[in-house]
Structures are given as C-alpha cells and as structure tokens.
C-alpha cells in the first residue's frame, strides 16, 4: 500500500511516499516558492533526482505536479494517482479537540477551522493542503495527524497559566505544546532500543533543532513540554527568544512604542542564537565561531545548553526520575559538542553522559552515549516525524476499509 505524506507551508508542499507497511520512502521532494514568479520542484526517486524551475501559482498546481513526477519515467514509484491509498497531513495545530490522529472529513476541517486563530501562520496552508489533496484525489482517504495532540495528556497544572481562568475558559489560552509527533516517534524508538515497554519508562525527549522544545514523558504520555500556547515558549531557538518575563514586552512597548508586529519580529525572528551572536542561527556557524574565539558565539551557546540544563532538572523533578534522556533533531541527533555541554554536571542527578562515545556517535543512527554506571541512560534518536505519519495514516486507512 502506498501512503502519501504531505507537510504544507504558506509557500511550500514537503512530501514523501511511503510503501506500507514496510515503510520504505519511494520518493520525497520539495516545492518551493509557491505564488512567486519562478517555483521550483526538486524530487528523489528511483526514477532520477529531479529540479524543475517553473511557475507553481497554488498549492493545487504543485500537487498535481509532483504527482505527475511521480508517475513519470522508468522505475516511477506510482502508475498512476489511483495507487495512493491514503494521505497524511501534518497539522499544527489541533486545540484541545484532537488528542490523536483521525481521518479527515468536513467536520474535522470545521474545528480544524477554528483553530486557525490559534496558528495563524501554520493552520491556514495545512488546510490548503488537505483542500488540495481532496479535489485531486477525491475517493483517497485523508489523515491528519496534529503536532499538539501528544501533549493532551498533560495535566491542568502543567498545561494552565496563571492567568484569569476565564482566559482559559473562554479563550482557549493554555500550553498546547508542539514538535508531538518527534516526541512520539523517538519515545517509543527509545523504549524499543532499550527493550523495555514504554508504559514503564520516565523520558525526557530533546527535539533541537531551528525550532526546538522538551517534552517529559511518564508512560508513554507527555505530562509537560516547553513550548506553550504557540512555538515561542521554552528553549532558546534559532531565532526565538523561547521565555522572556514577559514584563519585558510591556517595558518595550511603554518605553520604547514598540508595536505588537515589532515585538513579534524581534522575539520569532531577531532573538535566540541569532539574537545572541548577532551573527547567524545555525549551530554548525555557531560552533565553528565559538571555536575561532568568538565570545558572543561562545555566549549564545552557553546561554542555548543552560536552558535546556534547567529544563532537563526540572523535568526529573515533574517525572521523580528519569530512565532516559534523548537526543533528537538536527542539532540534537549531529552536535557532540551540545549534548556534551547540556550534560555536564548533570553527574549529580545520574545523568553521565561518556565524552568519547559522544564523540563518536554514528550520524544517522539510534545510538546509547551514557557512561558505564550512568543511572539514566543517554540515548540519540534520529527523529523521522514522516515516518510516524505514514505509520497513523496507515493505520487508520486500513482500519477504515476492513
Ligand atoms: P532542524 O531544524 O532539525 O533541521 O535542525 C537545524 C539545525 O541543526 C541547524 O542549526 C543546524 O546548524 C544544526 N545542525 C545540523 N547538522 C549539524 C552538525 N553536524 N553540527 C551541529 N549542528 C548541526
């Protein structure tokens, strides 16, 4: 069975086909700049690596190309659209209506709707999406897999902020927390790699990446995560503050006149690593710049592994223990220099991470870098958020037609 996997963005379609069950990926690809006067396609398969370079003015045009990429040439991975037997669509955000993947009907994209307001950035091109595959694929069943629903389990002390309840009551605001489907995926990875069933296992999951955020997992259901009612909260990002006291908005905004677009650009665009060195947001320029005496890089790391430090006792705390810690995302799953500096003095509390094994973790694979004696271990997981959509999708698609 083959499983179509689709992440949209305002300007952007990111697929990959899967064949199921095995999980294979037959083809993955990206179309860029969608509305603009030039788009571009790029697309791996069997069949060739492809770039096509043409105007794409929606998201239903570059659909129907890329499927049309699909079935192009020798060793096609499909013959034709019929074969896709269900999409997924990574959703952002899911309220507090969806607590688990579901089959997408007009219902679901109603709340879907209403929780535009909540990711206004993110909802809108995700519904696009699931439009989009419903007009060219009429009778295919459609999945939606949202990034909050992992975090529903959390209970109303780690989830409410203390704020006016009305504001909950009536406003929805509350910790929704995201990165659900990475904290999954590499949860049950860690549980499996350690052979050991995840209804008995305390975990705290690292996702680090551009975007980055920390869940605590106590038998396989998120009880906290860093990342709030948007993907603003918690750890220092490439170029979001993560926690600010929020004091200091109101300060900018009476002292200085900031407006509400200002401080939002300053702290989801100008902050974080970026923020910090005031020279890039990417961690390999940082370790390179820190490495060739940059104190301001030097700095900005320094300030982006104390925060997750914090978090990390904070977490054994929320948890009273902790079975493993995972490393996981871009920066998670290749930087040995930033596990090896969140895990220093974490000695104390059991957390001993073993420099040389970190040193020489294999990219790519799920690897244990916990010293000899370490009371929890310390794991990396490489995250494949795909994956876990094509396995619900599946899942449900087969359910669906038994
Ligand atoms: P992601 O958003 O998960 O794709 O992660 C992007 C981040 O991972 C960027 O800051 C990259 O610089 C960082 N990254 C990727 N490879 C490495 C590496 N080998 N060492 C350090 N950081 C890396």
Redesign the pocket.
């Known amino acids: 069975m083959k499983i179509l996997v689709l992440n949209c963005g305002s300007s952007s379609i990111k697929y990959q086909l899967f064949r199921m069950p095995e999980a294979d990926v037959l083809a993955r690809g990206l179309v860029q700049r969608i509305g603009e006067p030039m788009g571009q396609i790029d697309q791996q398969s069997p069949a060739g690596n492809f770039r096509l370079s043409e105007p794409v003015p929606d998201h239903g045009v570059g659909l129907k190309r890329v499927i049309e990429m699909m079935t192009e040439g020798d060793g096609a991975p499909l013959r034709s659209v019929d074969e896709i037997a269900a999409v997924g669509h990574r959703v952002v955000h899911g309220g507090e209506r969806f607590t688990q993947t579901v089959l997408i009907d007009d219902e679901v994209i109603a709340a879907v709707e209403e929780n535009v307001e909540l990711a206004p950035l993110h909802n809108p091109p995700n519904l696009q999406g699931i439009r989009v595959a419903r007009s060219v694929m009429p009778h295919t069943p459609q999945v939606g897999v949202f990034d909050t629903a992992f975090h529903q389990t959390m209970p109303p002390r780690a989830y409410l902020y203390a704020l006016p309840m009305s504001l909950y009551r009536e406003g929805r605001i509350r910790r929704y927390g995201f990165h659900g489907t990475s904290h999954r995926y590499v949860s049950a990875r860690a549980a499996e790699y350690m052979g050991r069933s995840i209804e008995h296992l305390k975990l705290i999951t690292c996702h680090?990446?551009?975007?980055a955020s920390i869940a605590a997992i106590e038998n396989g259901q998120s009880i906290d995560t860093t990342m709030g009612l948007t993907p603003l909260e918690g750890l220092v990002m490439?170029t979001r503050s993560g926690d600010v006291d929020p004091g200091i908005l109101l300060y900018l905004a009476r002292s200085r006149g900031l407006s509400i677009d200002a401080l939002d650009k300053l702290l989801n665009k100008q902050s974080g690593?970026l923020g910090l060195s005031g020279k890039s947001?990417?961690?390999?320029?940082l370790?390179k710049l820190a490495a060739d005496g940059d104190q301001d890089a030097g700095l900005a790391l320094d300030v982006f592994c104390y925060r997750i430090r914090k978090y990390i006792g904070a977490y054994m705390a929320a948890l009273g223990g902790l079975d493993a810690l995972i490393f996981t995302?871009?920066?998670g799953?290749?930087?040995p220099?930033?596990r090896e500096h969140v895990c220093k003095g974490l000695d104390g509390l059991g957390v001993c991470l073993d420099v040389g094994l970190n040193a020489t973790a294999p990219?790519g694979s799920e690897c244990d870098v916990s010293a000899y004696g370490s009371r929890s271990r310390v794991l990396v997981v490489p995250t494949d958020e795909e994956k876990l959509i094509a396995m619900d999708t599946y899942a449900l698609a087969t359910a669906s037609t038994k």
Request: without cysteine; charged residues 30%.
């Open positions: 680090l990446g551009n975007g490439g690593l947001n990417d961690m390999r320029e370790e995302g871009g920066i799953e290749n930087s220099y930033i990219r």
